[in-house]
């Protein structure tokens, strides 16, 4: 088994060509996933002179290590938040996850990145009686409010056949056409790959230590020598040190994790997951699987919180979620395990604006993939102080989460809540 993300193994390897650091750039961006690299092309793409560092490789956070997802959703359903917030504030929030979307898609067709971009749809599935009531709901509401969001879902039936899914552990399902899957290694990779054809300088293995506010600019201070600049971006998000603590306070890392299985049976992977459907079981703490775009791999993941230190256990524990789900699966072997950081946020809204002369977007909540490459953009056009760039993520307060020494000590709390309430998720029988 490897311990590495099943993505990268389609990634180009990377020649190790290190420039000396620039001693000036106009804007330094720190961080080089989605959110980073997004903000580098829409700068350098308005021609302004961009150094992008990371303290690894590009995409080495969660941008290669994510499912590969998109929806037009938060982390809260629509109907949650329409209780939480009423309509006249959650119908716009969940508009801007339309948009994000909708960029993210229009970026891909535009920068011609080859990522195995598919409209594949969603199913979240229900594993209670209750679950299905919320599912009921969201589908209420998803179509009561379909001629603003445009967002198409339908409720499924409850035989295995038209649920797509042979598991015997679901009773329901909502199908939500208006979602997609991409490989995230390609797309983070083919991102990169534009940001430098532009001419960004992408600086690598560079950690940022500090970023000193001068009475013009910055001195950012890295492992690799001082740069002053005019600008910066902070793009972090779960990978946030103390040297930015500011963010650091206001980002809750979070852990997730991802198993890759080749089913002993090729036939058997067109049995139990015969299209490219993305799929979410709902339970407090949920799972997700797909399968892999060249249709060898079930890839499958939860939100643990905390992983266990063993990756061979941490793996095996995984698994037994997934052969929870597909007895099937039970001798087939895991070709990869990998884990990586999910940014939480005290009210699970990503963040952006200016904070000291440093600009962010920040606190993706797992949905990334859309969202950082919709924040990047719009945090590098608010930079340059274009005009139509308000969000509705804009004025939220940025709460400060209770940390202790860094240290976001409620989360073995909130996770081990969590897993005594699935303890009593009682399945239908
Ligand atoms: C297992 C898992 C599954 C997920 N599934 C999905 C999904 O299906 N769909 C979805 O939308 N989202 C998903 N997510 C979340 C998604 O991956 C993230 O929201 C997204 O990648 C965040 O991108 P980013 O660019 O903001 O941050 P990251 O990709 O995490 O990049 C931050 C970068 O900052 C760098 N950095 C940090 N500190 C410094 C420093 N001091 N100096 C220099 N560099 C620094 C890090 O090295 C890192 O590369 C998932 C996440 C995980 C872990």
Same mark, same amino acid.
């Given at each position: 088994?490897?311990?590495t993300?099943?993505?990268?193994?389609?990634?180009?390897?990377?020649?190790?060509?290190?420039?000396?650091? +620039?001693?000036?750039?106009?804007?330094?961006?720190?961080?080089?996933?989605?959110?980073?690299?997004?903000?580098?092309? !829409?700068?350098?793409?308005?021609?302004?002179?961009?150094?992008?560092?990371?303290?690894?490789?590009?995409?080495?956070?969660?941008? !290669?290590?994510?499912?590969?997802?998109?929806?037009?959703a938060?982390?809260?359903?629509?109907?949650t938040?329409?209780? #939480?917030?009423?309509?006249?504030?959650? &119908?716009?929030?969940?508009?801007?996850?339309? #948009?994000?979307?909708?960029?993210?898609?229009?970026?891909?067709?535009?920068?011609?990145?080859?990522c195995?971009?598919?409209?594949?749809?969603?199913?979240?599935?229900?594993? /209670?009686?209750?679950?299905?009531?919320?599912?009921?709901?969201?589908?209420?509401?998803?179509?009561?409010?379909f001629?603003?969001?445009?967002?198409?879902?339908?409720?499924?039936?409850?035989?295995?056949?038209?649920?797509?899914?042979?598991?015997?552990?679901?009773?329901?399902?909502?199908?939500?056409?208006?979602? $997609?899957?991409?490989?995230?290694?390609?797309?983070?990779?083919?991102?990169?790959?534009?940001?430098?054809?532009?001419?960004?300088?992408?600086?690598?293995?560079?950690?940022?230590?500090s970023?000193?506010? #001068?009475?013009?600019?910055?001195?950012?201070?890295?492992?690799?020598?001082?740069?002053?600049?005019?600008?910066?971006?902070?793009?972090?998000?779960?990978?946030?040190?103390?040297?930015?603590?500011?963010?650091?306070?206001?980002?809750?890392?979070?852990?997730?994790?991802?198993?890759?299985?080749?089913?002993?049976?090729?036939?058997?992977?067109?049995?139990?997951?015969?299209?490219?459907?993305?799929?979410?079981?709902?339970?407090?703490m949920?799972?997700?699987?797909?399968? $892999? +775009?060249?249709?060898? %791999? &079930?890839?499958?993941?939860?939100?643990?919180?905390?992983?266990?230190?063993? +990756?061979?256990?941490?793996?095996?524990?995984?698994?037994?979620?997934?052969?929870?789900?597909?007895?099937?699966?039970?001798? $087939?072997?895991?070709? %990869?395990?990998?884990?990586?950081?999910?940014?939480?946020?005290?009210?699970?809204?990503?963040?952006?604006g200016?904070?000291?002369?440093?600009?962010?977007?920040?606190?993706?909540?797992?949905?990334?993939?859309?969202?950082?490459?919709?924040?990047?953009?719009?945090?590098?056009?608010?930079?340059?102080?274009?005009?139509?760039?308000? /969000?509705?993520?804009?004025?939220?307060?940025?709460?400060?989460?209770?940390?202790?020494?860094?240290k976001?000590?409620?989360?073995?709390l909130?996770?081990?809540?969590?897993?005594?309430?699935?303890?009593?998720?009682?399945?239908?029988?």
């Amino acid at each position: 088994m490897k311990n590495t993300p099943y993505w990268w193994t389609a990634l180009a390897e990377k020649t190790n060509t290190e420039k000396p650091l +620039p001693i000036k750039a106009d804007v330094v961006i720190v961080g080089a996933g989605i959110t980073g690299l997004n903000a580098a092309l !829409t700068l350098v793409k308005a021609n302004r002179n961009v150094l992008l560092m990371d303290a690894n490789q590009a995409g080495y956070g969660a941008s !290669t290590r994510n499912a590969g997802f998109l929806s037009k959703a938060h982390l809260h359903s629509l109907s949650t938040l329409i209780q #939480k917030y009423g309509e006249d504030k959650a &119908i716009p929030l969940v508009e801007e996850a339309c #948009k994000a979307f909708d960029f993210t898609q229009a970026l891909i067709e535009r920068e011609k990145i080859d990522c195995h971009y598919n409209p594949s749809g969603r199913i979240y599935w229900a594993y /209670t009686h209750q679950q299905g009531k919320k599912l009921h709901t969201e589908h209420q509401a998803l179509a009561k409010h379909f001629s603003r969001l445009n967002i198409n879902a339908n409720l499924t039936g409850s035989s295995a056949q038209s649920l797509d899914i042979h598991s015997a552990q679901y009773h329901q399902g909502l199908h939500v056409k208006d979602s $997609s899957t991409l490989h995230p290694g390609l797309y983070t990779q083919g991102l990169e790959q534009r940001v430098c054809e532009n001419g960004a300088e992408l600086a690598c293995n560079t950690k940022v230590k500090s970023i000193e506010k #001068k009475a013009s600019g910055f001195t950012v201070k890295t492992s690799r020598g001082d740069v002053q600049a005019n600008q910066v971006i902070v793009a972090t998000n779960a990978y946030v040190g103390e040297e930015t603590p500011y963010f650091r306070q206001r980002v809750v890392p979070v852990v997730g994790q991802m198993i890759a299985i080749k089913p002993n049976d090729p036939a058997m992977l067109e049995k139990l997951l015969p299209n490219h459907i993305a799929h979410l079981d709902v339970r407090a703490m949920f799972r997700f699987w797909r399968r $892999s +775009p060249d249709n060898t %791999h &079930i890839l499958f993941g939860s939100r643990t919180g905390f992983a266990a230190p063993n +990756p061979n256990k941490a793996a095996a524990q995984l698994k037994g979620l997934l052969v929870d789900i597909f007895p099937q699966l039970a001798q $087939s072997p895991v070709s %990869h395990y990998w884990k990586g950081l999910l940014g939480g946020t005290m009210d699970q809204f990503p963040h952006l604006g200016c904070h000291n002369g440093i600009y962010y977007a920040t606190g993706m909540n797992g949905h990334g993939v859309p969202m950082g490459t919709y924040l990047g953009d719009n945090i590098a056009k608010k930079l340059m102080r274009e005009h139509d760039t308000a /969000t509705q993520f804009d004025d939220l307060s940025f709460k400060a989460a209770p940390l202790i020494k860094g240290k976001s000590w409620f989360m073995p709390l909130v996770c081990g809540a969590q897993k005594v309430a699935e303890k009593m998720e009682k399945p239908v029988s």
